[in-house]
């Protein structure tokens, strides 16, 4: 089975401080994703990475960086916290594009980010 | 306007019935169909996915896709409070590395 997982299910940090979301998976995935959801908002793509050191932005990537440098390992940094990025923050992998399996994303368990 | 766009809900229905939850879309290109199933405080988890349009059945579930419309539908027969979650389609282009969800559905099967 595909395991992603992310290392912090609940922090609580303080406005301003600097924060790491850690995320692996086992797979060998080419594709690993950052979102976030929030109710009344779905989920929204923050970066995406489909390659060692290769990162793309998604549709909310402000005050968000990310780091890939190991193909397993994909690392969310918020450089200093605000309360509006209280959230969820869901980790996710695929595989490069295959036609018949049709890519599909294998998410983590989620971390509970509280910005106080 | 949105690319998905997904009953909002919440669903409330009693133990047996079938159920619809249902997505349009936008984008034609669109060729990969999915839908995930997410419990409380855990990460979504993929239900089923289908390509282009068609049925597909799994148990008590069939994905439905008519691209001509540019709906997609999941059908649960026989729905069990085990089912009780929130649902989120989601699709994606053949090329595309990444895919666009909907909102998400929040299902409650009542016993």
């Known amino acids: 089975d595909v395991k992603v997982t992310q290392s912090s299910r609940y922090l609580v940090k303080r406005t301003g401080e600097k924060v790491f979301l850690e995320c692996v998976q086992d797979?060998?995935?080419?594709?690993m994703f950052w979102y976030r959801q929030d109710p009344g908002l779905g989920l929204r793509l923050i970066y995406f990475?489909?390659?060692?050191?290769?990162?793309e932005k998604g549709d909310i990537p402000e005050g968000y960086s990310v780091s890939r440098e190991k193909k397993e390992r994909f690392s969310l940094i918020l450089e200093s916290a605000s309360t509006n990025q209280t959230s969820m923050y869901l980790c996710a992998s695929s595989q490069k594009w295959v036609p018949v399996a049709g890519n599909t994303i294998y998410f983590g368990e989620g971390s509970w980010l509280t910005v106080v | 306007q949105k690319e998905v766009e997904q009953d909002p809900g919440p669903l409330s229905v009693p133990e047996g019935a079938i159920v619809s939850l249902n997505c349009t879309y936008s984008n034609s290109a669109f060729q990969y169909f999915m839908w995930y199933r997410q419990y409380s405080r855990k990460g979504p988890e993929l239900l089923m996915y289908t390509y282009s349009s068609g049925n597909k059945e799994d148990g008590r579930f069939t994905a439905q896709v008519d691209k001509s419309s540019k709906y997609i539908s999941l059908f649960i027969r026989d729905s069990q409070p085990s089912d009780s979650a929130t649902y989120l389609c989601a699709m994606r282009s053949t090329n595309a590395g990444k895919s666009t969800f909907g909102d998400g559905t929040t299902l409650t099967v009542k016993p």
């Open positions: 990475s489909y390659d060692v050191k290769m990162k």
């Open positions: 797979m060998d995935h080419e594709n």
